[in-house]
């Protein structure tokens, strides 16, 4: 059994550029929540997908934007990266909407210069 | 507004001394409230779900508790493997969100 892959590890944008960060859910896992954790804080929701559709999101700005794909697999999207995006992004995954048992991946760290 | 404070920021512990961790919470409705271990540069790993106060569960050297208003994560006879930060999340009624802390980074020495 796999668990959660994202993908890069590591990424270095210029302010105003988007990104674009994926991940691979845990085999059997239908469910993809994505978290920003700033560097000495606690993970922050951003929105959550079930079934490739959009049931959650936090306080964050529509330039943050996502999809997930019949696989459940899933992309972070981010627009117009401000310096203040620079962070650890995480995605979770789990089975049922509910999203209780995430399972988290290593996370992207993101640094917006 | 529902929140978690996690007390204290970082602790330092002599292998083999036992401590605890605190967690405390202010939600509408309570779906259920985690606890992960988070080392550096990874994602958080799960540890354990309390659903109801009195609820109580165990792993090797870490145990959790739980009341109306706040939970513990207790550490017996650590040792330096256990140096991490943990993370406490709760889960409110009508949303799929988790809402986080800041953690506790736990340093232990041998």
């Known amino acids: 059994e796999t668990g959660v892959t994202q993908s890069p590890t590591h990424l270095i944008k210029t302010r105003g550029q988007q990104v674009t960060l994926r991940c691979s859910s845990q085999?059997?896992?239908?469910?993809v929540s994505w978290y920003q954790q700033a560097l000495g804080q606690g993970p922050q929701f951003i929105f959550q997908?079930?079934?490739?559709?959009?049931?959650g999101r936090g306080n964050f700005p529509p330039r943050f934007s996502g999809l997930q794909f019949p696989n459940y697999s899933s992309e972070l999207n981010v627009n117009a990266l401000e310096l203040d995006d620079s962070a650890l992004y995480l995605c979770?995954?789990?089975?049922?909407?509910?999203?209780?048992?995430?399972?988290f991946g290593s996370g992207t760290r993101l640094t917006v210069v | 507004e529902d929140q978690v404070t996690q007390s204290p920021e970082a602790l330092r512990l002599q292998e083999g001394e036992s401590s605890s961790l605190n967690c405390s919470y202010t939600?509408?409705?309570?779906?259920?409230l985690f606890w992960y271990r988070q080392d550096p540069g990874k994602g958080p790993e799960f540890l354990f779900t309390?659903?109801?106060a009195g609820e109580e569960k165990e792993k090797e050297r870490l145990k959790a508790t739980l009341t109306k208003k706040e939970s513990f994560l207790h550490i017996t006879a650590p040792k330096p493997e256990d140096s991490a930060t943990y993370l406490c999340?709760?889960?409110?009624?009508?949303?799929?969100?988790?809402?986080f802390g800041t953690g506790t980074r736990l340093k232990v020495l041998a």
């Open positions: 979770a995954s789990s089975a049922g909407q509910g999203g209780f048992g995430y399972t």
């Open positions: 085999s059997g896992h239908n469910t």
């Open positions: 997908y079930y079934r490739e559709e959009e049931n």
């Open positions: 939600v509408s409705g309570l779906r259920g």
């Open positions: 309390l659903y109801s």
């Open positions: 999340a709760v889960a409110p009624s009508g949303t799929y969100k988790y809402i």
